[in-house]
């Protein structure tokens, strides 16, 4: 008896032995081509003839394909799975306000004080006008359409809490901003005497006065916002295709305001629009790359915010209607509180490369598991009839 357990337990690791070098997909088709039938002990311990050839037809030719050879595989192929292309890029960002607009304070220069208007370039006051008032932000604008270089940057200092209405019209006209359309290199505006360098973003800068806009705001140069508080209940901001920025220290109050890189949709913007944020404010602001109603736009559009507050929608799209030729680019980095909405940009791209990753990873994850039970279920079935084999070999 103890003699049958060791010739059990020496053949046994025997088979485990050339398991790991058993072509176990011959094994398991050839133990299924055929019914098993008695073998006598004597042929069961004879050596083994070995053969090259790849048929599968009997338990005799697969015992002949057990030892690899150089023969053709006779395995099933797995092919890759498809992937789609993936046209995935990250945004090119809007202009930068630290590149354009006046970039030095004007705290200290003559003329920027309470109660006066000033334009300032070059570190120089050119002209100043005591009265803070709607008409004499127009005489200014009035001076700079006059006499301004378009190779020059500008400042437009207002000292006193001051309500904007025709300064702010679509009409092209001198003493408005839309008028300085060829006329400056850019526009910076202030509403600070001490014009701090370092402000605190989405805050009101300490000592800003406070410019209260109409509905509808329209520029025509490429215009920077820095230390000033704009109280804007519901309004919009046209920048008509010109760069745009929020930098620290400009506080929007309110709510419902939206920021446009185009137009009012009533005509079509040749080029890109730019809009950069580096402070909101207190209030609840959109950010619109295109148009706010129809209208097309022949460039890119691109929204950059680094630091923000409260955002409503932003996009890099028109609000509706119009068409956009070239690329929309979005890139939020920065900001506190909630987006209500977004799209055109590097989050949703980011989001739908993550998702198909994911299904990927998953999709091979699956194919290993199926893989893993076909071995497993192989060597079963294989030891079930070896154990069936070798049970009808004892009792001969």
Do not use: C, W
């Not at 120089?124 to 190779?151: E, M, R």
């Not at 360098?197 to 509808?216: D, K, R, W």
């Not at 939020?332 to 989001?351: D, E, H, P, R, Y």
């Amino acid at each position: 008896m103890q003699r049958k357990y060791k010739f059990k337990l020496v053949t046994f690791i025997m088979l485990l032995a050339l398991v790991s070098s058993m072509n176990l997909g011959a094994i398991f088709q050839g133990i299924n081509s055929e019914p098993i039938t008695a073998t006598s002990l004597g042929k069961v311990l004879s050596s083994q003839e070995v053969g090259a050839t790849t048929s599968n037809t009997s338990m005799n030719t697969m015992l002949k394909s057990v030892v690899p050879t150089s023969s053709t595989f006779n395995g099933v192929s797995l092919t890759q799975p498809s992937r789609p292309a993936l046209n995935i890029k990250l945004p090119t960002e809007a202009t930068n306000g630290t590149s354009f607009g006046y970039q030095q304070s004007i705290s200290g220069l003559p003329n920027v004080a309470a109660g006066q208007i000033s334009v300032i370039q070059g570190g120089s006051t050119i002209y100043n006008v005591s009265g803070v008032s709607d008409p004499n932000v127009q005489a200014a604008l009035s001076f700079i359409a006059s006499n301004a270089s378009n190779s020059n940057d500008y400042v437009l200092f207002i000292g006193g809490n001051v309500t904007l209405s025709n300064s702010m019209a679509n009409t092209g006209a001198a003493g408005t901003f839309s008028g300085l359309s060829g006329k400056v290199k850019s526009l910076t505006i202030f509403a600070n005497t001490t014009d701090s360098l370092t402000s605190t973003p989405n805050v009101a800068a300490t000592g800003s006065y406070t410019i209260t806009t109409p509905t509808n705001n329209y520029f025509g140069a490429p215009t920077v916002f820095r230390n000033i508080t704009v109280a804007a209940a519901n309004d919009n901001f046209y920048a008509q295709g010109n760069s745009i920025a929020f930098m620290p220290g400009s506080n929007f109050t309110q709510t419902g305001i939206s920021v446009y890189g185009g137009t009012d949709g009533t005509s079509n913007v040749t080029g890109d629009t730019n809009i950069y944020v580096g402070s909101t404010g207190t209030g609840t602001m959109s950010f619109y790359g295109g148009n706010s109603n129809g209208g097309n736009i022949s460039g890119n559009t691109h929204v950059s915010i680094i630091n923000a507050s409260g955002l409503g929608t932003v996009t890099g799209g028109n609000a509706s209607g119009g068409i956009i030729n070239g690329n929309t680019n979005v890139s939020v980095t920065g900001f506190t509180g909630n987006i209500a909405n977004m799209s055109g940009g590097v989050l949703v791209q980011v989001l739908v490369l993550l998702l198909l990753t994911v299904t990927f990873i998953i999709i091979g994850i699956l194919r290993f598991l199926v893989q893993v039970i076909m071995v497993l279920t192989t060597v079963v079935l294989f030891m079930e009839q070896l154990k069936v084999r070798f049970s009808t070999l004892l009792k001969v």
